[in-house]
């Protein structure tokens, strides 16, 4: 009797869940997984007859220089940004955390989240242009100091329009980082910390030896998250630069975009394929190390 | 004494972290000053960015000859600029709409209910929430055009109400509420409908709200859907439409900027609270 009544729980349970589930599931089968799956057998055709070509798509992207220089250069970038927005975010959570008037300041740098990239692109090019704000001031600077004369980089149309990049990702996102940092570090238990100090643990004793440690699994979300918002940055480097910009920021992103546009869906799926697969791969293998955390 | 210290020790630090703080906000006050100069003053300060001179851009945080034409060209003068603002409210609209309705009970599901399997999905939707736009781009205009779809709004908004962002944001939410609550309610002779409704969906807003502010910045923001699915302009959202605008028209796209901007502050301020509740739930796991 008793079995025959879980059962019948477990069988509602399971009719909800799925009664609850359809909709968004359906959706998701119809709008992504179906429509990959079919992606997936593209990626060994070819895009204009639909014939059957074995990896040849794939060896093509792999030869293709286009493709090389787009994955060195969104490599790059993640290599560069992820690890300093996380520094970044670190350091503003820490003093903050121990304020009592945060909220403020706290919006200031949330701020930057709400404004859409359009609005600030004009903004971005009064100054990095080459007659902008920033060599105005350098400029301004030199002849203060004497050190150095007129600058007139163009830090658009060079290599310069990297750094540029990284400065907007990392102005953008700081305050996403610095509100999970400190959800953080508002979670440890305060009596640790009191602990530490009552056995005359010094300030940085504490930040090494309980705050960080107890700060992993923020690290890992945030490390995910960031690198979900790297991709959003083709934005800016598309409005700033267009499809076809300086080579040190031709992205994956714009690789894809010219691609869809000359039709290339050969190319595309293949990418797309490899792309999503080595995602994949870095998420669960993210997740893996978060569960073995616990 | 060592109050008092502690006191000047905060003061300075609030200092040292409002410092950047402000300049971080920089950008929208040459956004707000720009948009009420004279097309005269902005084309003087600017004029050396698109000339090839020496000479380095200028500016005034305070304009000479404050105006309001820009603002007055763009409402009255513009019609084309309603259309772009109401394809966005559109737009923006319809998706949370969506997401809501498919979305939330997807999250009560992942939030309530342990089954078998039930755990795999839920990572397939933590990686479908991580692939970048690019990936699916394809896929996405295969099931499009296959549908009809293409340039019209529906293909817009249609894939982004299954994206599962705000399922994992709405679950977040979800998880806040102890389970006994249910349990209860079952021996109630509750339904699991009444449950959602009346226990869910009340204590669980906070992750449903935010799933919304956060949606609302991000969709605002949209461009790389519309780039790619909205080949007519009249369909385009703002957002796409802006970065179209040329230096010679500064000044009307100092305005049209403020006034994309203003919907975008207008959420952020009222719904900060959820923004940062939202952020938090992203980063939840399980």
């Known amino acids: 009797m008793k079995t025959h009544k879980f059962q019948f729980k477990r069988n509602k349970m399971r009719g909800a869940f799925f009664l609850f589930m359809a909709p968004s599931f359906l959706g998701i089968l119809l709008f992504v997984l179906l429509p990959f799956l079919d992606v997936f057998k593209r990626s060994f055709t070819t895009a204009v007859t639909g014939e059957f070509n074995g ?20 490599f790059r970038f993640t290599i560069v940004c992820i690890p300093l927005l996380v520094i970044v975010g670190l350091m503003i959570a820490m003093p903050l955390s121990r304020l009592k008037s945060a909220g403020m300041v706290k919006s200031l740098y949330l701020f930057p989240l709400a404004m859409p990239t359009a609005t600030i692109v004009i903004v971005w090019k009064m100054f990095f242009y ?51 940092w400190l959800a953080g570090i508002l979670g440890i238990p305060n009596e640790m910390l009191e602990a530490a100090k009552v056995d005359g643990a010094s300030e ?20 995910i998250l960031s690198f979900l918002n790297s991709f959003k940055i083709y934005r800016e480097a598309y409005l700033v630069a267009g499809a076809y910009p300086e080579q040190d920021i031709y992205l994956l992103q714009h690789l894809f975009n010219n691609w869809f546009v000359n039709l290339d869906f050969d190319k595309m799926a293949a990418a797309a394929v490899c792309v999503g697969g080595f995602l994949f791969i870095v998420i669960m293998l993210l997740q893996h190390m978060w569960d073995s955390r616990e | 004494m060592k109050k008092y210290v502690k006191g000047i020790k905060d003061d300075i630090m609030t200092f040292l972290l409002l410092l950047p703080a402000v300049f971080v906000c920089l950008p929208i006050i040459l956004l707000v000053t720009g948009s009420v100069m004279g097309n005269g003053e902005l084309k003087q300060y600017l004029s050396p960015v698109f000339s090839d001179g020496m000479e380095f851009i200028s500016w005034k ?46 999250a009560w599901a992942f939030a309530v209910y342990k089954v078998k399997g039930s755990r795999l999905l839920f990572v397939l939707y933590v990686v479908l929430m991580l692939l970048p736009f690019q990936v699916t781009m394809l896929s996405s205009y295969l099931v499009l055009n296959r549908l009809g779809l ?103 796209a100092f305005g049209a900027s403020i006034i994309t901007l203003i919907p975008a502050v207008f959420v952020f301020v009222w719904g900060q609270d959820y923004l940062e509740q939202g952020i938090i739930f992203s980063g939840l796991k399980e």
């Open chain 1, 55 to 74: 990896i040849q798509n794939y060896k093509t992207i792999f030869t293709n220089q286009a493709f090389v220089l787009a994955v060195k250069n969104t």
């Open chain 1, 130 to 180: 080459k007659q902008g704000f920033l060599n105005l001031f350098l400029t301004r600077l030199g002849e203060l100091t004497g050190l150095w004369g007129e600058i007139h980089t163009d830090y658009l149309g060079s290599s310069a329009a990297f750094w540029v990049l990284v400065f907007s990702y990392v102005w953008k996102n700081t305050g996403y980082t610095v509100v999970l």
């Open chain 1, 204 to 223: 940085w004793q504490s930040f090494f030896k309980i705050i960080l440690p107890n700060l992993k699994g923020s690290l890992y979300t945030i490390v």
């Open chain 2, 61 to 106: 945080i305070v304009p000479n000859y404050p105006t309001f034409e820009n603002y007055g060209k763009l409402l009255f003068l513009t019609p084309q600029f309603f259309v772009l603002f109401w394809n966005s409210i559109k737009m923006v609209g319809c998706i949370l709409a969506g997401q809501l309705i498919v979305g939330v009970p997807a």
């Open chain 2, 150 to 252: 293409l340039n019209t709004q529906q293909a817009v908004i249609l894939p982004a109400v299954f994206s599962t962002f705000p399922v994992f944001l709405s679950y977040g939410g979800f998880r806040t509420i102890p389970m006994q609550l249910f349990e209860a309610a079952r021996i109630d002779g509750a339904g699991e409908f009444t449950i959602f409704r009346k226990i869910g969906l009340p204590l669980g807003k906070s992750g449903l709200l935010s799933a919304m502010v956060l949606g609302f910045l991000e969709y605002w923001n949209m461009m790389e859907q519309p780039m790619a699915f909205l080949e007519e302009k009249a369909l385009w959202p703002l957002s796409l439409y802006l970065p179209e605008i040329t230096w010679a028209q500064a000044g009307y």
